[in-house]
């Protein structure tokens, strides 16, 4: 099942607010913005965003732009590694008609401590936002930060208990289910890894003990038995690609000489540059003191003349 077949799935769920309840990246479904506006915005400009898990770090997610004033962008697609996040950075970009792109908003989310909107925006005023807000549609309705309503915001306290009728109750796994279930994973788990790095080891023929080997040659015995003979097609098509390769590698060669050569000149003719202000330092270095000198003498001539 797909990661949008099972958002699906839980999204029109009402959210409760439990203390214990934490919302995390991969709840994330979409991001909204209502009344954007650049501080100075001559020309027409297309709006995107971009996701960071810290300030300093790249972007992991970059949006389609939209020349929207309350852009909608599409279903946000969050891979295993960063799905765990409680936070994340989110900078608002406007792209412009000459190509470049200036930050309208930077926000640090914590996805935990945003307000709850409702299961739906459909009766949403953007009126009722400032400038420049951001609205996330996560699992179980939509989410904003609380200083985004001109209004006092609603507000939900946060329960330890929730009362929920017992029709809506269904039974859970017990303890030893869970624990039965869990080994099964973890076997599970372990042949994987195990049947993978066998398969490693099979193609890079690294198995050291006698059965090893006996059962490796047998298995490559068998996937080569199984495996088609090459085309010839095929065989000139990679015959035509290394040739290719070799001739790039004589061309890259061939510019590595001349640049070591240019090189080895401009080095040759730093050196002799040098040797010059050298020379010309020298000479400067005896006309000054020469100068000097004559300063002296004149100076001694001229006290002679006084006296």
Known sequence: ?????????????????????????????????????????????????????TTLSAPFYTSE?????????TEVEINEVNGAANGV???????NIDGSDEIVIVWGVYFSGLIYLG???????????????????????????????KNKPPYKARLSTVQINSNDVRPSYTINLLLRL??????????????ASLREQISAGNLNTVPEQRESAMLRRLLNRSRPKPQRKEILQIKKE????????QLLIQEKNRRLM???NLGAVKDEKAEINLEKDISLMNQYHCLHKDIDRLQEFRRVILE
């Open 1 to 53: 099942m797909s990661v949008l077949s099972q958002r699906a799935t839980l999204r029109w769920k009402e959210w409760v607010p439990l203390i214990t309840q934490q919302q995390r990246l991969r709840n994330l479904i979409q991001v909204i913005a209502y009344n954007v506006r650049k501080s100075e915005k001559p020309f027409k400009c297309s709006y995107y965003y971009t996701l960071h898990l």
């Open 65 to 73: 732009k939209l020349e929207s004033d309350n852009p909608k962008w």
């Open 89 to 95: 950075v989110i900078r608002l970009w406007c792209h």
């Open 119 to 149: 299961p739906r925006l459909l009766l949403t005023d953007p009126n009722s936002f400032y400038t420049n807000t951001i609205v996330f549609h996560m699992q179980g309705g939509y989410f904003t930060a609380p200083h985004c309503f």
């Open 182 to 195: 869990h080994t099964v994973q973890q076997a599970i788990k372990k042949q994987t890894s195990a049947a």
């Open 242 to 249: 290394v040739e290719i390769v070799k001739f790039r590698i």
């Open 262 to 264: 240019e090189l080895r």
